[in-house]
């Protein structure tokens, strides 16, 4: 059942977009998925500005900074790849740069060299950890935080060739 939904909602770029946007974590944290290219290579989210995403001192809270950047890669790597890769996840870091009193906008884009590259170095079936730096800006484009995510990309044991 989960395996059906799953591949339902990663058939359509805007299906993923919208169910995202449900989504619990993202919903009531003020995440917004603004943008997800129908190739899955370029994907644009918000966080909004209201006081539900304010710390004490009245800026984005950190937390919510660093939430909307976590499932970004890991969905459009699964939906570039399909079902036959695990992408997870495992490890990521933050550098607050400066305040957000304001969205905060973080958008990433796969470059079709970056992605060959990644499924080239995942097709014999072993691990890859590919890194991926971005930046978070405010409304003016100015950095706020700047994100690094490695992921953990590797083929699922029946698509892997059996020497």
Sequence with gaps: MIEQLKQWVFSDATRLRRFMNVWPPFLFAGIYIQELSDDFSRCKVKLRAWPATRNVNGSQFGGNLFAMTDPVYPLMLLGIFGK????????????FIKPAYQAAYFECHLLPE???????????GDKHFPVL??????????VIAKVKRTLYIRLKPEYRRQD
């Design 84 to 95: 036959q890769y695990f992408v997870w996840d495992k490890e990521a870091t933050i550098e």
């Design 114 to 124: 970056k992605i060959a590259q990644i499924k080239a170095a995942c097709n014999d």
């Design 133 to 142: 730096e971005n930046h978070i800006v405010d409304a003016n484009g100015q």
